[in-house]
């Protein structure tokens, strides 16, 4: 029988009947191999394959998966590499069975020459989920032509302390709000249909769960989350995840939760996601994960315990190499300390997903014209329309902006002003455009830009803050480009700490103990605004900074968050009015570090009893010497032009616990200008048996109007919206009245 005969490669034949054929032909070291990573740089000499360490690293027994060729030195010969590596297990396998190309597309493909779209807070910024699936589908576009097949986005966890450095990688604070936002980066990486086409990726949801409110923000810190706060504020994005948009991978946290790691935690793996959900993909182990149950957690005395555990526990596949599972689970099973149904379970799942997407089909093309889509021309117009819809206008006294093309002299200052940071997760790329390129390209040819750095993003040297103080005080207007900077090619394990322009200050690893701004740009800040010049700061970083002073001094803000390589040119458009900003916060802004945690759907009793706070002058209660409000709420963001808000409509006013209520409002552009506007609806349960929060997001929408046009925007809330879990558990829509807020305009209904 040849092997087009054998019914694993007949592609006519249902998906479960090839499952199960092929995982009967094979060995159990096979089934093990399938269940492991290899890292493609150790079979790489000079971006090319050398073909005997691929077989002393892969074998006879092939692998489940490979990484990709990330740092090729351009796409055509990353797609030659996985090309050979595919073509290696096609041919030289036993069974010829493909290997998971793993990718990171957290905003884009990360890799040499790929389109890098704006960091994944910027994206959230944008309010826009349609503009962040078609980010999504870009990025798996370019990923597939160079063959990958699995991208490890999006990021789920909640950004709910600032000090945690992995705050830039999520969709902020809110749980609606990622959750639609995850909804529709799984779209777009993965597709709408069952099967994974050839120009999408398996989705990845990660960090399975609450990894983003570590103890003190530290990363990998524990958890502490409830098991109330846990199903009703971090699970949510990724049941959606799941459920909705069909992700065909999982990853689970590298944290622990109530003393266990998520990787080891058969409730989340087993009961939750596969029980509870209905989950039929695998779930894929973040890298070196599995180890780290031994030398991190010390749940596990050896390696092969942390594999026991994480195998019982149903995590399916080790990454980014085989330490853990491999030999040392196959003596597992061979002892009969792990079942061979488990080894069985986690393979066929693997398997399953590898057909849904075509692998056994796929031809493995290499040939140049695949990679032209790499950075295409259309992907650079979207990075460019999501980095305008991303940025936010925080502050604008005066109507200072946007600013006249045609002002005689501008100075251009700060350690971020020429140097493009395109956040965590992605590669250097020299063609991506600096605000002060940007800025250069918008002016007209009279304005004279002097350009003065001042200081680096974290260093102590003042050598540079007198030229920059002069540079503004000779100026007309002064843009203050402020912020961090993030490793490029971070990860466990991952990125060359001198391969960045500056020490990072944000991203995977690097948290915060404060959330002043690096080094000393607070002292340049205030040497330039101290000018009396009008000051525009601008921020290119990945989570928020506690700047009251420069909000109380400087003229204008403007928040770029790390704005991709377009970034320069959109921050030029919305700076001289080329483009009216639309971007809003996903995130608070606290006043202070002390101020944390400070996101904005908290319990009644966490906004203070007293509401009596001081000042230094004038000390009061719950905080004795500042406010507790923020310095930017949650949703917040200013226009070029005014909305208005206008005839809520609520019906029907009554409800039963199953019922749909549906809001309409009108919204009116009442300015000189076009503008995007985000409405976004609030609800607030008044009386609940359990507490709930102060005010929930449950539904946005994002309008363009024309000066003097309106849009009525409609809105439906349902059982989903308004339950809650009970006290013993059960998600229940309790009788009551609930406020709803759309604007500052509010209502009320009422459910019987």
Not at 6 to 12: F, Q, T
Not at 110 to 118: E, K
Not at 506 to 523: M, S
Not at 726 to 735: A, K, L, S
Request: proline share 6%; charged share 20%.
């Amino acid at each position: 029988m040849s092997s087009n005969d054998l019914l694993y490669r007949d592609a006519s034949a249902p998906v479960e009947d090839r499952v199960r054929d092929l995982l009967s032909r094979m060995t159990l070291s096979e089934k093990l191999r399938q269940m492991g990573m290899a890292d493609s740089a150790r079979f790489l000499i000079d971006g090319c394959v050398a073909d005997a360490m691929l077989r002393t690293e892969i074998g006879a027994e092939g692998i489940g998966a490979v990484q990709d060729a990330r740092l090729a030195p351009n796409p055509q010969a990353a797609a030659r590499v996985i090309s050979t590596i595919q073509r290696f297990l096609a041919t030289e396998t036993r069974l010829g069975i493909p290997a998971l190309v793993i990718g990171e597309c957290l905003h884009g493909h990360m890799s040499v020459g790929a389109t890098v779209f704006p960091q994944a807070i910027g994206l959230a910024s944008t309010w826009n989920a349609e503009l962040v699936e078609n980010v999504a589908s870009a990025a798996a576009l370019e990923a597939s032509s160079v063959g990958v097949n699995q991208a490890l986005a999006p990021d789920l966890d909640l950004a709910r302390d600032p000090r945690w450095g992995r705050v830039e990688e999520t969709y902020g604070e809110d749980p609606y709000l990622c959750e639609r936002l995850g909804v529709a980066y799984v779209f777009g990486v993965q597709g709408r249909k069952e099967v994974v086409g050839p120009d999408h990726l398996i989705a990845t949801p990660k960090h399975f769960a609450a990894h983003g409110s570590p103890q003190a923000g530290i990363n990998l810190a524990p958890v502490a989350a409830g098991q109330r706060e846990l199903h009703s504020v971090y699970l949510p994005p990724f049941k959606a995840a799941v459920m909705e948009a069909g992700a065909l991978s999982v990853m689970p946290a590298y944290s622990e939760l109530d003393g266990v790691p998520c990787s080891a935690s058969q409730e989340l793996l087993e009961c939750i996601l596969r029980e509870k959900w209905g989950f039929d993909g695998y779930t894929f182990a973040d890298y070196g994960a599995i180890q780290m149950l031994h030398s991190f957690h010390r749940t596990a005395g050896d390696l092969q315990e942390a594999g026991r555990q994480a195998v019982m526990a149903g995590l399916d596949l080790e990454a980014p190499t085989v330490s853990c599972y491999g030999e040392r689970l196959q003596e597992l099973v061979e002892e009969e300390r792990v079942p061979l149904a488990r080894v069985d379970a986690a393979v066929s799942r693997i398997l399953r997903v590898k057909f849904l997407a075509g692998l056994f089909e796929d031809d493995f093309d290499d040939s140049p014209h695949r990679t032209a889509v790499v950075n295409c021309p259309e992907n650079v117009a979207l990075a460019l329309k999501v980095a305008r819809e991303s940025i936010v206008l925080l502050k604008n006294d005066g109507a200072l902006l946007p600013l006249s093309a045609a002002t005689p002299t501008i100075a251009v200052i700060g350690p971020n002003a020429d140097t493009a940071q395109l956040g965590d997760y992605s590669v250097e790329k020299q063609e991506a455009v600096t605000a002060l390129q940007g800025i250069r390209h918008a002016v007209s040819s009279q304005t004279t830009v002097h350009f003065a750095p001042g200081c680096g993003v974290s260093d102590r040297s003042e050598e540079g803050i007198s030229e920059a103080v002069s540079a503004a005080g000779n100026a007309d207007v002064a843009i203050l480009v402020l912020g961090g900077c993030s490793k490029l090619t971070s990860g466990v394990g991952w990125g060359d700490d001198e391969a960045s322009a500056a020490a990072p200050t944000c991203g995977e690893g690097f948290d915060r103990t404060d959330l002043g701004l690096p080094g000393i740009q607070q002292e340049l800040a205030e040497g330039v605004i101290g000018t009396g010049t009008p000051t525009v700061v601008v921020l290119t970083h990945g989570r928020p900074y506690a700047i009251e002073w420069i909000s109380e001094h400087a003229a204008a803000i403007v928040d770029a968050w790390y704005p991709g390589e377009q970034g320069g040119r959109a921050l030029a458009d919305i700076l001289f009015g080329a483009v009216n900003p639309s971007g809003r916060l996903p995130v608070t802004v606290p006043r202070t570090v002390g101020h944390v945690p400070a996101y904005y759907n908290h319990k009644p009793s966490a906004g203070g009893y007293y509401k009596c706070p001081g000042t230094p002058e004038c000390p009061g209660r719950d905080y004795v010497f500042a406010s507790p409000e923020p310095l930017f709420p949650f949703g917040f963001g200013l226009s070029y032009t005014t909305f208005e808000y206008a005839d809520l409509s609520i019906e029907p006013r009554v409800i039963a616990p199953d019922g749909e209520v549906e809001i309409r409002v009108r919204v009116s552009n009442t300015g000189d200008c076009a503008g995007g506007e985000v409405v976004q609806l609030y609800v607030s349960d008044l009386v609940s048996s359990v507490t709930t929060p102060v005010r929930a997001l449950r539904g946005f929408g994002k309008v363009h109007l024309e000066p003097g046009q309106f849009a009525v925007v409609e809105f439906v809330l349902g059982r989903g919206d308004l339950a809650v879990l009970d006290r013993d558990m059960r998600w229940v829509v309790e009788p009551g009245v609930f406020e709803i807020q759309v604007g500052e305009i509010r209502g009320f209904f009422e459910v019987r």
